[in-house]
């Protein structure tokens, strides 16, 4: 069966220092990979997907990059972080297909930046 | 441009009454609906989805819900709420290819003993 891992859990960063949150997926292989953010407990935003190694789209304009260095492996950084960076972190993978998919959420990381 | 919503912030439900969670969408093209459940600090938990065929989809823990193409309504339903469903309940559509999926803000529900 599959399973997805994120870790740290939690996280407290001073702003200005570096991030790097990390993602791995096992039980698949070529599975789309997910980054959103969850602010104040509420809406998901889609920050970054993945269809394959070094293949990565951003959704949105910020202060933060996405990496597949691996198959199963998915990346969040910044050089600097910011307050308006602190929130829930949340991966997620999908089977490869043409839409419909459903994706599958790891536990999560609580990040906050002070 | 695709869009959910989620037309309540919270649903009061007492215990073995049934329950409904709102949801309504827009895209271009046919959707693909779905359902998403949310514990404090944890993962969303996925419950059901619809791509095509029968509009009453059923799903983990009791869950159904129906899609309603003239309404653009995806209501998520359960004939007899437990405490243990309170929770935050998010719906999500996806239309077209590379599977990007849109969450509504999604709506707390609280069942009560």
């Known amino acids: 069966s599959q399973t997805i891992h994120q870790w740290p859990a939690t996280l407290v960063q001073p702003v200005g220092s570096p991030l790097s949150l990390e993602c791995t997926v096992e039980?698949?292989?070529?599975?789309?990979l997910y980054w959103y953010r969850q602010a104040a407990g509420r809406g998901l935003q889609l920050l970054f997907y993945?269809?394959?190694?070094?293949?990565i789209s951003s959704e949105v304009p910020q202060n933060l990059s996405a990496s597949r260095p691996q198959d199963r492996q998915f990346i969040l950084s910044s050089k600097k972080l910011l307050l308006s960076d602190s929130g829930f972190y949340l991966c997620?993978?999908?089977?490869?297909?043409?839409?419909?998919?459903?994706?599958?959420f790891g536990p999560g990381t609580r990040l906050l930046v002070l | 441009a695709q869009s959910v919503a989620q037309p309540e912030d919270q649903v009061n439900v007492a215990e073995g009454n049934p329950l409904t969670v709102k949801c309504t969408y827009s895209?271009?093209?046919?959707?693909?609906l779905f359902w998403y459940v949310q514990y404090p600090n944890r993962g969303l938990q996925f419950l059901l989805k619809?791509?095509?065929?029968?509009?009453l989809v059923k799903g983990s823990y009791g869950f159904e819900a129906e899609f309603n193409k003239s309404q653009t309504s995806f209501h998520l339903k359960k004939p007899s709420a437990l405490v243990s469903d309170s929770a935050l309940y998010f719906c999500?559509?996806?239309?077209?290819?590379?599977?990007?999926?849109?969450f509504g803000a999604g709506t707390r529900l609280a069942v009560h003993p």
């Open positions: 895209v271009s093209g046919n959707p693909y």
């Open positions: 999500a559509v996806g239309s077209g290819g590379y599977n990007k999926l849109i």
């Open positions: 039980g698949t292989s070529n599975p789309n």
């Open positions: 993945s269809i394959g190694i070094d293949q």
């Open positions: 997620a993978w999908s089977v490869p297909g043409v839409g419909g998919e459903t994706q599958y």
């Open positions: 619809y791509i095509t065929g029968d509009n």
